[in-house]
T-cell receptor, first 113, second 111 residues
Framework: QQQVKQSPQSLIVQKGGISIINCAYE??????FPWYQQFPGKGPALLIA?????SEKKEGRFTISFNKSAKQFSLHIMDSQPGDSATYFCAASMLTGANNLFFGTGTRLTVIP | DVKVTQSSRYLVKRTGEKVFLECVQDMDHENMFWYRQDPGLGLRLIYFSYDVKMKEKGDIPEGYSVSREKKERFSLILESASTNQTSMYLC??????????FGSGTRLTVV
């Protein structure tokens, strides 16, 4: 059973456009929601993360929007660049007990010059 | 920066072989994890460990075991490799702030 559902599976965006990747979860005990970026031949790297006490977090061109009531969160990449082309994974974990991250299935983003 | 090193980038093994995948981290992290990554399935947790000698099953432990004799080293063992274990294997470590650091992965092919 997939604890975190991610869409779309793939995304093609023109340079300068906005890339949006969506994730949804069911377990209301989750309280940490990171996004990971993975380039070919590399392991995933932490990009940005949010806790549920805020609805938005921005770091440069990357923004997480969080909707606690809908149990959804999304990654927005503003002014998308070809160098942003990668696979993006959302994830979720709990504060108490095991801190295992549950990952979405990934989104392959291609930014066309 | 934390570094997580996986001993092999590519491995080719025969069906039935016992396979060892090694992972070492250099920042004294308590937690270590083994995932496998398959297209369309994302990252699936195989085993994890919160301390030396400790291990816990993840979502897909069947056909795998692990060993953590030292804090910095976490080994994944395929007891008898099968073709359905052909995959990318990723090791990660973390402190209690939940930020994972991943290794570069080992692409295992079982023939």
């Amino acid at each position: 059973q997939q604890q975190v559902k991610q869409s779309p599976q793939s995304l093609i965006v023109q340079k300068g456009g906005i890339s949006i990747i969506n994730c949804a979860y069911e377990n209301t005990a989750f309280d940490y929601f990171p996004w990971y970026q993975q380039f070919p031949g590399k392991g995933p790297a932490l990009l940005i993360a949010i806790r549920p006490d805020v609805s938005e977090k921005k770091e440069g061109r990357f923004t997480i929007s969080f909707n606690k009531s809908a149990k959804q969160f999304s990654l927005h990449i503003m002014d998308s660049q070809p160098g942003d082309s990668a696979t993006y994974f959302c994830a979720a974990s709990m504060l108490t007990g095991a801190n295992n991250l549950f990952f979405g299935t990934g989104t392959r983003l291609t930014v066309i010059p | 920066d934390v570094k997580v090193t996986q001993s092999s980038r590519y491995l080719v093994k025969r069906t039935g072989e016992k396979v060892f995948l090694e992972c070492v981290q250099d920042m004294d992290h308590e937690n270590m994890f083994w995932y496998r990554q398959d297209p369309g399935l994302g990252l699936r947790l195989i085993y994890f460990s919160y301390d030396v000698k400790m291990k816990e099953k993840g979502d897909i432990p069947e056909g795998y075991s692990v060993s953590r004799e030292k804090k910095e080293r976490f080994s994944l063992i395929l007891e008898s490799a099968s073709t359905n274990q052909t995959s990318m294997y990723l090791c990660a470590s973390s402190l209690l702030d939940y930020g994972y650091t991943f290794g570069s992965g080992t692409r295992l092919t079982v023939v």
